[in-house]
């Protein structure tokens, strides 16, 4: 079985799929990936800030709760993988239809309780 890092490699020469960081015991940072794909227990603010510093898009998996995924909006995350697609469509239009001064305030409020 190929490591994480070589199937990374591999993929990089095809240039219709973007490379993803496949393993999480490896520094992000030392990565040249376009995104990252991370279980929604290991992000916080300034992992989401570091890669989004580094023009990297970030993703959570596998978040199947409403308060998960406000959670995870708020703190500024690109997308979630998700059981629940439903819930994550009401959810996404619920906070897109806030004012963006909330939507501000709410990033804030998160970003201090992390």
């Known amino acids: 079985m190929e490591s ?8 990089a ?3 219709q799929i973007d490379r ?13 990936v376009n995104f990252l794909s991370v279980e929604q227990k290991r992000l916080d603010r300034a992992f989401i800030l570091g890669a989004h510093r580094r ?3 970030v993703y959570a ?10 959670r995870l909006l708020d703190l500024g995350i690109d ?8 819930l994550a469509r ?3 239009d619920q906070y897109l239809s806030r004012p963006k001064t909330e939507r501000a305030a709410r990033r804030v409020r998160a970003w201090l309780a992390d």
């Open 4 to 11: 994480g890092i070589t199937w990374v490699r591999s993929l």
């Open 13 to 15: 020469r095809s240039p």
């Open 55 to 57: 023009g990297q898009q």
């Open 20 to 32: 993803a960081w496949v393993e999480l015991n490896m520094i992000p940072s030392r990565l040249n």
């Open 90 to 92: 009401k959810i996404l």
């Open 61 to 70: 998996w596998t978040v199947n709760t409403a308060e998960d995924m406000e």
């Open 79 to 86: 997308g979630v993988i998700t059981d629940q697609f439903a």
